[in-house]
Every structure is written in structure tokens, then in C-alpha cells.
């Protein structure tokens, strides 16, 4: 009987034992994350939307969601990191045809149709005026690249005058090397964002076949919950 007596004993204090070693493996399944919160030329809170008058509306869904990615450079073993970010419902506005992107400040997830070399995140706009910003990698002689032309100017939508905004273009560099033209004469992409508001406006060219922007779309409603 005292031999029954102490190896039941002995198996309990085994399945204590192995509780507790549970409890000490499960922490790793509540790992905190960092949260990048939105910056105020693209404030992509949850709940946020922008309605264009080409009837589309970019969204941000209600809460912030987690995003694994790779952060490391093609030519390096992938390196996986995880944050808590604001999650786009794009509806053509970015990343057509995908139908969701991920917001790290001033930079959205690739596409899903981007090339492996493109980096995990591409920059939509920069502070600084004259600043080049990175949109792809470099492949075969074709760079896709945005640069700031303007900082702090104002433009006029409908009846609705933006104050604090910031001008961009995008250009591939293939054509500023191949013509000896500046990023300026180059670019297919005109784009306007103000401060606490975000993408106002959109234009495109079809560069050199076309000299002049035509409006792709222009912003007419909006709300940011902060």
C-alpha cells in the first residue's frame, strides 16, 4: 500500500511539474508587438475613410491588425518581423488589383504582384522638398522612384481650399539616365497630400507620348478618427 501510496504521489508531483512547464512555453504566444501609429500627411486610423469622385473609397479597417513580413534585402537570408499596423482597404487606389495593403508611417506594403527585389514596404512621400523616396528596387536598369517637389503650398478642390500640402511625383530612373531628362520631366505620377487629411489628389501622364497631367481622381469626402 505505501508503495501504491508514494508512486501516486510521484505522478502528481510529475503532472505539477509539467504544468508548470507549460505555463512557462505560453508567454511566447502573447508576445507584444510594437504598434506604428499614422503620421499626419497619411493619418490611416481605424475607422478612417476618403471618398474620390471617381466613386471609389479607400478605407482602413476598424482595428489595427499584425503583419509579418520580410525585412531583410533579396540578396540576404529573410529576416521575419511582425508589427501591429493600420490595414487599407485599397478599392483600386493603391495596389490594384490587391485588395489590402499595410501602413508603416509613410510607406504601404508591396503590391502582391511586385517583384521579389522590391523592398517589403514602399515609401509614398517624403517631408522634405527635393527628397527622393524609394517605390522599387533596381532591375535591369528600371528604378521606379518618388521624389517631393513641393512642401508647404496649398491647392483648391471643388470649393474646399487644402492648406499644408505636399507635392509628389513618381518616375522610373531608366528614363532620367536613358534621356538625360530630370526626374520632373520623367514622371507619370502627380500626387497631393495634406497635413491631417492624406491623399487629396492624383494625376497621371503617359510619359513621353503625353506631356500634360490629367486628373485621375480628387478627394470630396472624408473623415479621420483618431
Not at 499644408?164 to 532620367?176: E, L, P, S
Not at 505620377?189 to 494625376?203: D, P, Q, S, T
Not at 507620348?209 to 470630396?220: A, R, S, Y
Request: proline share 5%.
Amino acid at each position: 500500500m505505501k508503495v501504491l501510496l508514494f508512486l501516486g504521489a510521484f505522478m502528481i508531483l510529475i503532472g505539477l511539474v509539467s504544468c508548470k512547464d507549460d505555463k512557462e512555453i505560453k508567454p511566447e504566444n502573447n508576445v507584444i508587438y510594437d504598434t506604428v501609429k499614422p503620421l499626419e500627411y497619411f493619418p490611416a486610423f481605424p475607422g478612417s475613410y476618403w471618398i474620390y469622385d471617381n466613386n471609389e473609397t479607400l478605407k482602413v479597417a476598424d482595428k489595427y491588425e499584425k503583419y509579418i513580413f520580410n525585412s531583410a534585402d533579396y540578396t540576404s537570408e529573410p529576416n521575419y518581423d511582425t508589427l501591429i499596423l493600420p490595414k487599407l482597404i485599397l478599392n483600386g487606389i493603391f495596389n490594384p488589383p490587391d485588395t489590402y495593403a499595410y501602413v508603416q508611417k509613410y510607406s504601404i506594403s508591396k503590391s502582391k504582384e511586385s517583384n521579389y527585389r522590391d523592398p517589403a514596404f514602399k515609401e509614398i512621400l517624403s517631408l522634405i522638398e527635393g527628397s527622393e523616396f524609394t517605390i522599387g528596387a533596381a532591375i535591369q536598369g528600371h528604378k521606379f522612384t518618388g521624389k517631393t517637389i513641393k512642401v508647404d503650398t496649398s491647392i483648391i478642390i471643388g470649393t474646399k481650399q487644402y492648406e499644408n500640402v505636399i507635392i509628389t511625383i513618381q518616375f522610373d530612373y531608366a528614363c532620367v539616365s536613358g534621356t538625360g531628362g530630370t526626374p520632373e520631366d520623367c514622371a507619370t505620377i502627380r500626387e497631393y497630400y495634406a497635413k491631417n487629411v492624406g491623399l487629396i489628389k492624383r494625376e497621371k501622364r503617359n510619359y513621353p507620348i503625353e506631356t500634360d497631367f490629367v486628373k485621375e481622381f480628387e478627394l470630396v469626402e472624408y473623415e479621420i478618427k483618431k
